[in-house]
């Protein structure tokens, strides 16, 4: 059998899809260079587990002639690999563009000069449709809810208002991915991602909010929230996006050349200060916060409506809050993996 290649494949998503694939006894193509914390312990967790079907390229997208390398008679492609901060992007913007605009064009043109070209699912983000100012909102409790209670959540059929230069280079990269389907005839589909948490999430970025947030409160350590804490995410354990990662490829023969939102929807869906409290239920004392200014574009209020994929391939989330925060705690604890605590602030994504 031929690889399924994984581009930033030692990340949290990339480490999850990995160790499905290859527990199912297909050999898997690792691409990362390896610059994020924590990823040098997945790799080495996937090594030992699943041994020789793991292969291993250390390299960077912004390396064309390695991602040609890698692409080179592989099966099937994820791109995970990017510039994952809004607040990275705002300080290097340039770097934030070359990594995830430049790094997805240096891997469709690879695909495209394959003989066969391998199909490529590729991960955006609900940046793309900018801070959202236009849903009216009102104050319930501790989150936010829209005023428009028909509302299920934000449909593909938004116009993307990229906001940030981490959202301008996801938002480019994310049209190119689609354009490669329409212009040269690839097989490709993107993923605009809410909040996705679970395993192997090490909580050092702005994306990994959540495993944060429970890291600090483990430790016993403070967290700082920008904003008032109301703002809302729609919450996908890693596991159920991985189902719907290996369901995207099979059915790339009908969905090819579209975008879903993807997230965990209106039933997963809480405010900062509500995952506050329930990480308080889990660690029996009450995590200490304190609050900071609103960050540059934050959504107030995202929630995916993520039906058309659920129509499309049957696609639901299985996992809820509470069971994924507690799995999530879980493996916190045992895997004696918990990251140095270099920061105490973060914001959802």
């Not at 389907?181 to 948490?197: D, E, H, K, N």
């Not at 947030?213 to 700082?224: K, S, V």
Request: glycine share 10%; hydrophobic share 40%; charged share 20%.
């Amino acid at each position: 059998m031929n690889p399924v290649l994984i581009t930033g494949g030692a990340g949290f998503i990339g480490t999850n899809l990995a160790h499905r694939l290859l527990s199912d006894g297909r050999p898997v193509l690792v691409l990362d260079n390896l610059s994020r914390p924590g990823v040098r312990q997945n790799l080495r967790w996937l090594r030992d587990t699943h041994g020789s079907r793991l292969r291993i390229e250390v390299a960077d997208v912004r390396n064309a002639a390695a991602v040609r390398q890698a692409v080179a008679g592989c099966e099937q492609v994820f791109h995970f690999a990017a510039q994952v901060a809004v607040t990275t992007s705002l300080g290097e913007p340039r770097e934030d563009f070359e990594i995830n605009a430049m790094g997805t064009l240096n891997l469709l043109e690879a695909i495209r000069a394959q003989p066969i070209p391998p199909p490529l699912v590729f991960t955006s983000t609900n940046k793309v449709y900018g801070a959202l100012e236009d849903i009216g909102l009102r104050r319930q409790n501790r989150r936010y809810v829209p005023v428009d209670d028909g509302l299920a959540g934000v449909s593909e059929a938004r116009s993307l208002d990229c906001h940030s230069p981490y959202g301008c280079s996801k938002g480019a990269a994310d049209q190119y991915v689609l354009d490669y389907a329409r212009s040269y005839g690839l097989s490709t589909m993107v993923f605009r991602m809410s909040c996705i948490y679970g395993p192997h999430q090490h909580g050092t970025e702005d994306q990994g909010w959540v495993a944060h947030f429970l890291i600090r409160a483990l430790a016993g350590r403070p967290i700082t929230i920008y904003g008032d804490g109301r703002q809302v995410r729609d919450l996908l354990f890693v596991e159920d996006l991985v189902e719907a990662l290996l369901l995207a490829q099979r059915h790339m023969p009908t969905e090819s050349g579209q975008a879903f939102n993807i997230g965990g929807g209106p039933a997963n869906a809480v405010s900062l200060l509500e995952v506050i409290e329930a990480i308080a239920r889990l660690t029996d004392r009450p995590p200490t916060t304190t609050f900071d200014a609103w960050r540059l574009g934050d959504q107030r209020y995202y929630v995916s409506d993520s039906g058309r994929f659920a129509h499309a391939t049957g696609w639901r989330p299985t996992v809820g809050v509470p069971e994924g925060l507690s799995r999530l705690a879980s493996w916190l604890k045992e895997s004696g993996r918990m990251p140095a605590l270099a920061a105490n602030t973060v914001g959802p994504s």
